[in-house]
């Protein structure tokens, strides 16, 4: 009698791993897909890194013609307030016609040295966004620039589809403590951009917030961005040229939900 039990109870026990192989096996399928699917994000965000930071190198010994390639071909570009220029050539063009052709000179000095990145892809891992900071140490002395960039993956390999970079502050040798300027002249130097710039803003003492591309990570609420930050530390409370530079770039909304480009 007690041979049958144990006989019967092995069977029940054997039945019930059969039964229940198929869903084990799909079980460790699925977390061999997650895990893919891990990995494959973490290397994409490396990659978006890994791109950016070339592009300061490439910035620093005016190597512009490398520096294009790692553009898509319907790029945008917009640094500091001059304007946007559209697609791969005019990112080419403006780079040799505003700050001399390929090749570092003799007494040139223009290091791009890049911070802060916080890097986030989309969830079908075609796009990609960055927002860090700069800090350009040049012969014309010292600049801020802050960037909000989109990439994108083509046939397996990323590239910058939009490079926003405007200035926080822009000054001379003496430093931002006794002189600051205006960093965001759209016709200060050829070539003329594409388009005019998305944004009027204003740089140091005033300052302009750009929309962040990601939720507060602990809340998962969006930045609000109030357009009377813009401008605000331009001058006293009250005055004349506070309520006139308060005026200036207040087309800026704020939020911005994550997986999309900051606004136009």
């Known amino acids: 009698m007690m041979t049958r ?15 229940a192989a198929p869903a084990l096996a799909q079980s460790s399928a699925e977390k061999l897909e997650d ?12 990659a978006i890194e890994r791109l950016q930071r070339a592009y300061g190198y490439f910035v620093d010994k005016s190597q512009w013609v490398p520096l294009s390639e790692l553009f898509t071909d319907d790029a945008t570009l917009e640094i500091g307030g001059k304007g946007l220029f559209l697609g791969k050539k005019r990112v080419l063009e403006y780079m040799q016609k505003a700050f001399g052709m390929d090749g570092t000179k003799a007494g040139s000095l223009a290091n791009h040295m890049q911070f802060q990145t916080v890097p986030d892809i989309s969830a079908d891992g075609k796009s990609g966004w960055i927002r860090s900071r700069a800090f350009v ?21 990323w590239k ?12 001379g040798w003496e430093g931002w403590g006794k002189w600051a300027m205006n960093n965001t002249w759209p016709d200060k130097f050829d070539p003329p951009p594409d388009l005019p710039p998305s944004t009027v803003y204003l740089t140091y003492p005033a300052y302009y917030i750009i929309p962040y591309h990601y939720p507060n990570p602990v809340t998962g609420k969006a930045f609000p961005i109030l357009k009377s930050d813009i401008g605000a530390h331009a001058g006293v409370p009250g005055s004349k040229v506070q309520e006139e530079w308060a005026k200036t770039g207040r087309v800026v909304d704020g939020t911005q939900p994550i997986g999309e480009p900051p606004k136009e």
């Not at 039990?5 to 092995?10: D, K, L, S």
């Not at 002395?141 to 390999?157: A, D, H, I, Q, T």
């Not at 910058?160 to 000054?171: A, W």
């Open 5 to 19: 039990t144990h006989f019967a109870a092995a069977l029940l026990a054997a039945s019930a791993l059969i039964g």
């Open 35 to 46: 895990l893919d699917k891990r990995i494959t994000r973490l290397e994409d965000l490396n």
């Open 137 to 157: 140490m040049s012969n014309g002395g010292w600049g801020l620039p802050l960037y909000e960039n989109e990439y994108r993956k083509e046939n397996g390999v």
């Open 160 to 171: 910058i589809s939009r490079l926003t970079g405007p200035f926080t502050m822009y000054t």
